[in-house]
């Protein structure tokens, strides 16, 4: 019987590498995202929706849940408002909240019902180095560190039932949504590629890597945990 994964984002990115990677691993990636991907994986479904639109999330979930048995999710889609602390903007920060905190609440708890029935279910949030900190990023390192807080929570929660919650923390990844944050020409992104250790930035395939890790079967004594794919540079944060 097919395995169905939801995704969020998964139409460019690091959203559309894990599409890809799980989709090679013979999973089925069902896509929520706003924007169509380029070009379809092989097991990938899309479903255009916009996930800041509650009541539309609401329904789309439901006919999923009534025509597929899910029992992953990937909670991978986020925004990121850069603005320093005297700019940052209160409905900015409420609107990054929606996304990166509340969207994968509202999916987490769409999909307990059917993990809880098999006994069995994989959740992967997509948080960020920065939530360890980071200028110009408070709206973003908060939510982040929400969605990490979100995942030790759920882990305690729902190990009971076979279904393990972890996070991956990337660190500066060479995807659009990284590039229109961090320009290259910027000097901030240049101190950026300097503090990282193996002295690049990383790619999204690497993370697809690692959620696909914890998607497998194999991994159901690992959760509540936070993989930092960062080159390195976490291990510099932590010891400063």
Known sequence: MAQHVLVTGGSKGIGKAIVERLSQDGLHPINLDINPPAALSPNELYVPIDLLDTESLRTCLSTLQSRYAITRLVNN??????????????????KVARLNLEVPLLLTQSVLPTMKSAGFGRIVNISSRAALGKELRSAYSASKAGLIGLTRTWALELARHGITVNAIGPGPIATELFMNANPPDAERTRQILASVPVQRLGRPEEVAHGVASFMDERAGFITGQVLYICGGITVGLCGA
């Open 77 to 94: 889609a986020g925004m990121v408002q850069p603005a320093s602390l005297e700019e940052t903007d209160i409905k900015a920060l409420r």
